[in-house]
């Protein structure tokens, strides 16, 4: 879509950007082709869409493939889609993805592909869901705020470092992509963004997929407190049972021993791999 073209269904249809979605139409058809080129998105590829808006995207993708959903939290924008922009092969759920349960929106097969232009206060739950609900996905594609990307990167030791960086990490190898300025969109937002993918090269969730939303807890729990040792940030979770055994903090230190670390190890010190085996260790 071009920026005419964006202009013209705004007003025809008299959608405004709505600020409480976090809403900026894409409107340069140079970064529409690129963030399509570096999604991997093919023909016979089963793809997922979150926040469609407009159907920038949307009308690329099904020209592509016919197995896609899409799921827009805008019932004005979903409306629009449903008349003016999708097919009749393409599902649209309108409602707010955090909502949706893991069986409303997945299919019986994996999506193969997973797009979306996140608006950046409910980047990372979104992105946190995707991760541990899809595990089985190829590549995932986001657009973010720039200034977020560094928490989505991070590494042991960085002030950023946290279960965002963890769980992307555990998924697979992430890719920043290219940036998008500004008077890309309408409207124009304040800050930069830019088109990051996660290449599921290694699929390491795939060893605790009976746990992921576990794993999920278990992750935030150990960056709970941060300036404080693992142990302590871990102990309401390790005693709640959520394992399906109360462990204590000795079960803890034993277990890191065993793995030569510390026992008065921070989170922000261990790798994304770290936590995966001390996770799968303590639900043996």
Do not use: W
């Amino acid at each position: 879509m071009y920026r005419d073209e964006v202009k013209n269904i705004m007003n025809t249809f008299e959608i405004l950007p709505e600020q409480k979605f976090g809403q900026n139409f894409l409107c340069d058809e140079k970064i529409i082709d690129s963030i399509i080129e570096c999604s991997g998105i093919h023909e016979g590829s089963t793809v997922l869409e979150i926040g469609p808006g407009i159907g920038a995207l949307t009308s690329r993708i099904q020209e592509i493939t016919s197995d896609y959903t899409c799921v827009e939290i805008d019932k004005r924008l979903a409306s629009f889609l449903r008349e003016n922009v999708i097919k009749e092969n393409v599902k649209i759920i309108d409602s707010d993805f955090l909502d949706l349960q893991y069986d409303e929106y997945k299919r019986d097969k994996r999506y193969d592909y997973i797009i979306s232009n996140i608006p950046y206060y409910v980047m990372t739950p979104i992105m946190k869901k995707l991760i541990i609900d899809n595990f089985d996905c190829k590549r995932m594609t986001f657009m973010v705020e720039e200034a977020a990307v560094n928490r989505i990167i991070a590494s042991p030791g960085n002030k950023n470092y946290g279960p965002l960086a963890v769980l992307c990490s555990n998924f697979g190898i992430v890719n920043k992509e290219f940036n998008v300025p500004s008077d890309a969109f309408i409207p124009r937002p304040h800050t930069l963004s830019s088109v990051i993918t996660i290449d599921n090269s290694v699929n390491i969730v795939n060893k605790f997929v009976n746990d992921s939303q576990l794993y999920l807890q278990f992750v935030d729990a150990c960056f709970s407190q941060r300036r404080k040792k693992l142990s302590n940030s871990l102990s309401s979770f390790l005693s709640s049972g959520k394992l399906g055994k109360p462990v204590t903090t000795g079960d803890l230190a034993d277990l890191l021993s065993s793995m030569n670390i510390p026992s008065d190890v921070r989170s922000e010190a261990l790798t994304p791999e770290d936590f995966h085996l001390i996770f799968l260790n303590l639900l043996v």
